[in-house]
């Protein structure tokens, strides 16, 4: 069973960083396409990142283009999204999630397993 447990929020003001990590276990990582997506307050979960597992393609929402940098260390099964630039607005509940095989996605659904969650909070 696969496991995601995600680290690295915190309270930042705006124009901090901040680095999210998201551990898996339980599986091969390098099998994994992995992702991240976000819930603000009284939205839904939207994309954020995507790192395919051939480490050949990244993709990103426009509103974080940019800003954010998703990567990943297969030898530490570790996902990581460097946050630049941190803006009020995104100040959500950060997932990080796993997508089996190599076809990058952008659906919550497409994505079978998920970590509980970070809290990130951009003050203005």
């Known amino acids: 069973q696969v496991q995601l447990v995600e680290s690295g929020g915190g309270l930042v003001q705006a124009g901090g960083s901040l680095r999210l990590s998201c551990a898996l276990s339980?599986?091969?990582?390098?099998?994994?396409?992995m992702g991240w997506f976000r819930r603000a307050p009284g939205k839904e979960r939207e994309f954020v990142a995507v790192f395919l597992r051939s480490r050949e393609y990244t993709n990103y929402a426009d509103s974080v283009k940019g800003r954010f940098t998703i990567s990943r260390d297969d030898a530490k099964n570790t996902v990581y999204l460097q946050m630049n630039s941190l803006k009020p607005e995104d100040t959500a509940v950060y997932y990080c999630?796993?997508?089996?095989?190599?076809?990058?996605?952008?659906?919550?659904?497409?994505?079978?397993?998920w970590g509980q969650g970070t809290q990130v909070t951009v003050s203005s």
């Open positions: 339980g599986r091969s990582f390098s099998a994994y396409t």
């Open positions: 999630a796993a997508r089996y095989g190599d076809g990058w996605s952008r659906g919550v659904s497409d994505y079978a397993y």
